[in-house]
């Protein structure tokens, strides 16, 4: 599984163009470490790291969480459901021309309200 993260993360790497150095420095790791992430031989590694490389390569932090070990396939599957997007509690509402001058009025006051 290590392997596969390591080769997911050269992939990104290489993909953009990077070399070991401009990745690592602003993940805020050193290129060593790095460079031993995509060879596969970092045992556990740490989920803050993986995040901090997600958005420098601009991979799914869930993706590399599940190469790394930390999810399995139900844990991984629970997440992405908690993450995905709600509809919308007026979806598939027919509300009538009064109700939806109320709901404009009603995010007008909202909007007002805000502070500058």
């Known amino acids: 599984m290590l392997e596969a993260l390591g080769s997911v993360l050269r992939s990104g790497r290489k993909e953009r163009g990077l070399s070991?150095?401009?990745v690592a420095e602003p993940a805020r790791i050193s290129a060593a470490y790095l460079h031993k992430l995509e060879?596969?031989?970092?045992?556990?590694?740490?989920?803050?790291?993986?995040?901090r490389l997600a958005v420098v390569l601009e991979l799914p932090y869930m993706r590399l969480?599940?190469?790394?070990g930390y999810l399995n396939e139900m844990q991984l599957?629970?997440?992405?459901?908690?993450?995905?997007?709600?509809?919308?509690?007026?979806?598939g509402q027919q509300l009538t021309d009064?109700?939806?001058?109320?709901?404009?009025?009603?995010?007008?006051?909202?909007?007002?309200?805000?502070?500058?």
């Open 20 to 22: 070991l150095a401009a």
């Open 65 to 68: 969480m599940e190469l790394a």
């Open 39 to 51: 060879r596969g031989v970092v045992a556990n590694p740490s989920p803050r790291i993986l995040a």
């Open 98 to 116: 009064e109700e939806w001058k109320r709901v404009g009025a009603f995010i007008r006051k909202l909007v007002a309200r805000r502070p500058s």
């Open 77 to 91: 599957a629970e997440a992405r459901a908690r993450l995905a997007p709600k509809a919308h509690p007026l979806a």
